[in-house]
């Protein structure tokens, strides 16, 4: 009993005089003190639960904690009652276990002890990895600091699951975690599914923890969420040790990427990658393409050109791409990739027939596009989204608010009555900045404007009625042609009143001038350039009107300063001289940015959540949308 109390003591005392050298208080962190900071909102009685020690950290108040180093093992002589009992309580653990629960106070996702505090060091002593405590919730007021709205997201997550043995770091993961389980934040979660969790998740920790913990600065949960990305959680039930680890190994880029605090790398213009010479010049550096050995591209489309607009601008620049490389570019496509199972069949078959490149057209084939990719790190993957986290893979998407922009003024400037209507798709991260471009513009022609927002997305809802309805002519309608229904709604249109439209202006998604970028960089040997390719980050290409795959084209019926305005405003764009979001901006909340604020960043302009003053309409709610919709906003959704 004394030997195990001074080999304990011994542990505390190691732990107090690091703690001592580090500057930080050598005792357990008592909850009285941190709560004199923090409004809190209430205290709830969550019952009897049975809690990992991990997270046992500290005491409600300061009694006894002089009693113990930072880390729960005893530091007082052993000559005092306190060893006494410690020792006692020790012989009665490994007689028979801790019988009595302590009372334990959980904020934020870590415990602190009321009664109990000998049990829970004699318990970390030993090495036990959980204990029981009736457990009472401390609940901070929701604030918008991102600790904060993560644990009231563990919250809903323990509605449905109550299990306190991972937590996640990052705003969306809980919902991530319930789909990739094939459950929801609503339903309670089967015992079943909670007793497999806890298992998978120890099994991984134990692995993850030997491997990786003293390497990276994610916690185990948020390691625990990208395997499960890639890999079914009854891999960690089924596979041996070695194999499970094998697979950490792989993903270790993408967990260096996720804790990365740049880790996402914009890249906004081909200027920015190492540059080369003409195509005879990239061929020199890589004479394995060729002709008769030509870099084979596959393209994997979620519908069918003839029926998607989004497809069909694709399908478009593929068909460009090999006129462009004449011979030296080979490409295929696969349609109607919509479920993971095809998706991963279609990149086996992809992989198979000797494809080199492997382009995903949807963000909503993402996680299918990392799954494969980590499985076949020899192959280029891409995936068509942006601000989408992934080392193995790259994303790419188009600055369309710079042709937002511009089509706002030539919309604005059509409408005689201050009213413009838009129609936007997906509430996805860029739309947004869609919308704002297209309102400010239409704002600097006509400081008197409305434009009134509908979704194509939103479920029951017929918005060429609604625009009508508010006598709504002009309107920005879908960005591209149905390639199976000849009519002109795309773009800038006015709907004239004996029925007929007039075309205005549109945007051009140049789609074979994006791949050509794209392919030319892997052509020329810049693809892995040291200087762009990093261990611990993702890139997503961004380019714009400067990279001439975006572009707007006007109606040569626009009166000739309308087309002068939007030449000047092209010039100055490409140029980088001007920019939709430049000065100062008002939400319909109020002034986002003040005059004279730096310009914002591709970081602030990709993830805005805020509407234009000028803009008549909200984002819907995720409940509101169509499966497609639904879909969407769960990979990049900004919808609450």
């Known amino acids: 009993m004394i030997d195990d109390y001074s080999n304990a003591r011994r542990q505390g005392m190691r732990e107090y005089r690091r703690d001592l050298a580090a500057g930080r208080s050598p005792y357990p962190p008592v909850l009285d003190d941190i709560l004199k900071n923090v409004e809190v909102l209430a205290e709830v009685p969550v019952g009897l639960k049975e809690i990992?020690?991990?997270?046992?950290?500290?005491t409600r108040t300061a009694g006894r904690t002089t009693a113990f180093s930072s880390g729960f093992m005893p530091i007082l002589q052993e000559k005092t009652e306190f060893a006494s009992k410690w020792g006692s309580l020790y012989d009665s653990q490994l007689e028979e276990g801790i019988r009595d629960p302590i009372k334990a106070y959980e904020f934020m996702n870590r415990f602190f002890v009321l009664e109990g505090n000998k049990r829970v060091s004699v318990s970390k002593y030993v090495g036990v990895s959980s204990i029981m405590a009736d457990v009472t919730r401390v609940v901070p007021k929701l604030s918008d600091a991102k600790p904060v709205k993560v644990y009231y997201e563990f919250l809903e997550f323990f509605?449905?699951?109550?299990?306190?043995?991972?937590?996640?770091?990052?705003?969306g993961y809980y919902e991530r975690f319930a789909e990739a389980l094939g459950q929801n934040l609503q339903d309670p979660w089967?015992?079943?599914?909670?007793?497999?969790?806890?298992?998978?998740f120890a099994e991984f920790e134990k692995i993850y923890e030997s491997k990786h913990a003293d390497k990276s600065d994610m916690t185990s949960g948020d390691a625990f969420l990208i395997y499960l990305t890639v890999y079914p959680v009854q891999t960690l039930m089924e596979d041996s040790s070695s194999v499970i680890s094998?697979?950490?190994?792989?993903?270790?880029?993408?967990?260096?990427?996720q804790t990365n605090t740049e880790h996402i790398a914009v890249i906004e213009a081909p200027e920015q990658l190492p540059q080369s010479g003409s195509i005879l010049d990239a061929l020199k550096l890589l004479p394995a393409y060729?002709?008769?050995?030509?870099?084979?591209?596959?393209?994997?489309?979620d519908k069918n050109p003839e029926v998607s607009r989004w497809i069909y601008g694709h399908e478009l620049g593929r068909n460009a791409l090999e006129e462009k490389f004449e011979g030296i570019v080979k490409t295929e496509r696969f349609d109607d990739c919509?479920?993971?199972?095809?998706?991963?069949?279609?990149?086996?078959?992809?992989?198979?027939?000797?494809?080199?490149?492997?382009?995903?057209?949807?963000?909503?084939?993402?996680?299918?596009?990392?799954?494969a990719a980590i499985h076949y790190p020899q192959i280029k993957f891409l995936n068509c989204s942006i601000d989408l986290a992934a080392n193995a893979v790259r994303t790419y998407y188009g600055r369309m608010h710079e042709a937002k922009f511009i089509m706002g003024a030539v919309a604005a400037q059509a409408a005689h009555d201050h009213k413009v209507g838009y129609l936007a798709d997906y509430p996805i991260k860029g739309v947004i900045a869609n919308i704002n471009a297209f309102a400010i513009g239409a704002g600097m022609v006509d400081p008197?404007?409305?434009?009134?927002?509908?979704w194509s997305s939103q479920k029951d809802v017929d918005w060429k009625a609604a625009f009508l309805k508010e006598g709504i002519r002009v309107i920005s309608g879908p960005d591209l042609i149905m390639p199976a229904i000849a009519s002109r709604e795309y773009g800038i249109f006015e709907l004239e009143e004996d029925g007929s439209v007039r075309s205005l202006a549109a945007p051009v998604w140049d789609w074979g001038k994006y791949y050509e970028l794209i392919i030319r960089s892997i052509l020329n040997d810049s693809w892995e350039a040291k200087d762009i390719e990093k261990e611990s980050r993702a890139l997503n290409y961004w380019y714009g009107m400067s990279s001439g795959v975006i572009d707007v084209i006007v109606s040569e019926h626009l009166p000739y300063h309308t087309r002068n305005l939007v030449a000047a405003v092209k010039h100055g764009i490409a140029s980088g001289s001007f920019n939709p979001f430049d000065g100062e901006m008002h939400s319909q909340e109020g002034i986002v940015r003040e005059a004279g604020s730096p310009r914002p960043t591709s970081e602030e302009i990709i993830n805005m959540k805020w509407l234009n003053e000028n803009v008549v309409g909200r984002i819907p709610k995720g409940d509101e949308l169509s499966d497609s919709g639904k879909s969407a906003a769960k990979v990049s959704g900004v919808c609450q």
Not at 159 to 170: G, H, N
Not at 246 to 257: M, Q, V
Not at 448 to 454: A, C, D, G, N, S
């Open 338 to 371: 919509q479920s993971s199972e095809a998706i991963m069949e279609t990149i086996d078959k992809a992989v198979a027939g000797g494809d080199d490149v492997i382009i995903t057209t949807s963000p909503t084939m993402m996680s299918d596009t990392l799954r």
């Open 290 to 301: 060729s002709r008769t050995r030509p870099l084979q591209v596959a393209f994997l489309y």
């Open 190 to 200: 089967p015992d079943d599914v909670l007793e497999t969790v806890k298992a998978a």
């Open 246 to 257: 094998a697979r950490i190994d792989r993903l270790w880029k993408e967990f260096r990427t």
């Open 159 to 171: 509605k449905v699951a109550p299990i306190y043995e991972f937590f996640f770091s990052e705003e």
């Open 448 to 454: 008197q404007v409305k434009v009134y927002l509908q």
């Open 52 to 58: 990992p020690l991990r997270y046992v950290i500290g």
